[in-house]
């Protein structure tokens, strides 16, 4: 088993961050080399980027030494259908919001998919009540607070 | 005398009926959220944030200062009835209180800790008002290079020292910071980081960082693996209230715990649970019934419980002297105060001491409104722990992006609350501390200024950071601090976990 473990070597999760993070840092320094306005005392806008990018490279590199050895902790296994019911929701959300739905039917959506995500299996109960509790919310917001939050064809029936 | 005067007139402005009624809202709000477990004191004000969006800057705050104390309590409520604390500076109240609950004590552990917060945050805010002023004095003559030294230090030990481990600690920290780099440079106006998306022009809010990193991730975290730990509520048995025993047991922990806490939480030292832990080591040692340790002791709840109420008092003098925040909690409070326009540092005590005054004088009421509170409706508190698991965090999904909404609706800034919830959720499952990333964010930008103000005055000589006292001998600190943990691998540190 060690032996297996040793062959196989590095920590994947954290050769992926190393690799992230050298990206990141490359991301950081190469869009302060393109700036254009420097300062003409001091240090300019372009300074502390690469300050930043040096941290960067220098903690990746620091990830790869960490994957060889023992590697980041080991997680369990992640139930990835509710992740991806979750992350369904929040597109549906920002979907909706984008084109124009309104949040009413965008927080409908979010609380059912995230409802269904956590476990749950009604989907048309929960989808009714999140959007009484948005419904809620954007009367309490708009009456109440006068923050004014996305509207749609609905919201406008209320206003 | 002066302090007590400006202290008294603090009273003035937040005795007003309206102010009381923001700070009663602040106490119930802080609280019924606070409660809900996965949800700590930072996550609890993020949340809350944009509720306050509109009133005055001073009712707001004094909201705050009601949320902020109400989050704290509430999330000993979860440590003691869930064993689920929701930050780290609950985990020793979690360890006995939890233990007292499973035995049918779990009113008096509520009691002692309801109580015992009252005491320590009562003493700590009498040591905020009359050392604030004083550091104020001594703020007033820092330069620019002193507080670039002392952020150097706060970033650090926010991210370094406490940690479980200092390598993911400083990459939190540096995402954050490299995340603060996006937008308009504020000297030059040159544009960084934005590739051409008009809405990063403005930087990226801590509040939408904040949210994302601690609600969205950790509602994808606990849907990851929902099958694996139900969480099981103990329900409370027997007396609510606190025998005599319980009162002689408890009053001592109550002043040690207060006396760790809040010298520890004014240094920017980052964090409330090296003074729990160090609370709940000292009642362990100084206990009469040791071997009670473990099951169930009301010292271990008592202890902690003031030692976390009063270092969060504590965080808030360099938060409201020097503009320093060293805790996730303070970072957003920070961001409050810079929504309304507001700086916090010396300069607010002296332009604005209505409303520093106030906020202090609030947090007093807020201390006896909770327990007032609090006692009463633990009945009420413990009822929303039942809300079913599915509809909680629905629930605070939809809380959450309700908040990026309503400041900023558009969806790019919906996309990155999204984007950092995942990476908040990345983050949780290979323990990475995400606290250090939302601190990076807000004092990255900062640091920056200050540097760069130091180096004009100094026409560009790094020099003067090392030339001044103050900043050199904060600068060697925070070296040592960065330094000590590598180089004495195998040293106890505390283990700490996120909100």
């Given amino acids: ?159 | 005398m002066d302090t007590l005067l400006s202290l008294l007139h603090g009273f003035t402005v937040a005795l007003e009926p309206s102010k009381l009624l923001f700070c009663l809202i602040g106490v119930f709000l802080g609280t019924a959220v606070g409660v809900l477990p996965g949800i700590g004191p930072a996550l609890t004000v993020a949340l809350l944030l944009p509720v306050t969006f509109k009133l005055d800057p001073g009712g707001s705050l004094i909201m705050f200062a009601g949320i902020y104390y109400g989050g704290m309590y509430g999330g000993s409520t979860t440590a003691i009835l869930l064993n689920a604390p929701g930050e780290s500076a609950s985990l020793a109240t979690a360890l006995e209180g939890s233990k007292m609950a499973k035995a049918g004590r779990g009113g008096p552990a509520l009691a002692t800790s309801a109580i015992g917060s009252f005491v320590a945050g009562l003493i700590a805010t009498i040591g905020l008002a009359f050392l604030a002023p004083w550091l104020v004095e001594v703020a007033v003559k820092f330069g620019p290079w002193d507080y670039f030294a002392l952020m150097i230090v706060a970033f650090v030990t926010v991210s370094a020292t406490f940690g479980d481990s200092p390598l993911r600690g400083l990459t939190s920290l540096f995402l954050g910071i490299a995340l603060g780099l996006i937008g308009i440079d504020k000297l030059t106006g040159q544009a960084r980081l934005t590739f051409g998306v008009p809405e990063l022009l403005n930087g990226v809010e801590v509040t939408t960082l904040a949210v994302g990193l601690f609600a969205v991730g950790e509602a994808f975290y606990v849907a990851s693996k929902r099958f694996r730990d139900p969480e099981e509520i103990i329900p409370i048995k027997g007396s609510l209230w606190m025998t005599k025993e319980d009162w002689k047991r408890s009053w001592a922990p109550w002043l040690r715990g207060t006396a760790f806490g809040f010298p520890i939480g004014a240094l920017p030292a980052g964090g409330a649970e090296v003074p729990t832990f160090l609370s709940y080591s000292t009642e362990k040692k100084l206990c009469k019934y040791p071997d009670e340790f473990g099951k169930g002791a009301i010292e271990g709840v008592a202890g902690p419980e003031a030692a976390n109420n009063a270092s969060a008092a504590g965080t808030l003098v360099p938060l409201l002297t020097l503009g320093l925040p060293t805790s996730a909690t303070a970072a957003i409070m920070l961001a409050g105060f810079q929504q309304y326009g507001l700086n916090p540092g010396p300069l607010l005590f002296a332009e604005k001491p209505d409303l520093v005054w106030g906020l202090i004088a609030s947090l007093f009421i807020a201390n006896v409104m909770l327990v007032i509170l609090n006692l009463p409706l633990i009945g009420l508190w413990v009822r929303l722990l039942a809300i079913p698991q599915p509809w909680l965090y629905a629930g605070i999904l939809v809380f959450a992006t309700m908040g990026t909404l309503a400041v900023n609706g558009s969806p790019v800034e919906l996309t990155m609350l999204f984007a950092f919830g995942f990476i908040g959720y990345l983050m949780r499952r290979y323990d990475y501390p995400v606290a250090p990333m939302v601190v990076g964010l807000i004092l990255g930008p900062m640091a920056e200024a200050q540097l760069r103000r130091a180096l004009q005055i100094s026409l560009g000589d790094p020099m003067i950071l090392l030339q001044n006292p103050i900043s050199a001998t904060l600068l060697g600190i925070a070296f040592l601090a960065l330094v000590a943990p590598f180089v004495m691998k195998g040293l106890n540190r505390f283990k700490a976990s996120e909100d």
């Fill in chain 1, 1 to 159: 088993m060690t032996n297996e473990t040793r062959a196989q070597g590095a920590d994947k999760p954290a050769l992926i961050v190393g690799v992230l993070l050298l990206a990141v840092a490359f991301l950081v320094g190469y869009d302060a080399s393109q700036q254009t306005i420097t300062s003409t005392y001091g240090i300019g806008p372009t300074a502390m980027p690469y300050v930043v990018a040096c941290g960067l490279v220098v903690l990746g590199l620091a990830h790869f030494v960490t994957a060889f050895r023992g590697g980041l902790p080991k997680p369990d296994a992640a139930d990835s259908q509710a992740l991806l019911w979750i992350a369904g929701g929040l597109v549906c959300l920002i979907g909706c919001i984008g084109l124009g739905g309104g949040f009413v039917i965008a927080i409908a959506l979010l609380f059912a998919c995230t409802s269904r995500g956590m476990g749950r299996q009604a989907l048309a109960v929960d989808l009714a009540i999140g959007f009484v509790l948005g419904l809620a919310i954007y009367l309490t917001f708009a009456k109440l607070l006068t923050l004014i939050l996305p509207s749609g064809p609905l919201e406008r029936l209320f206003l």
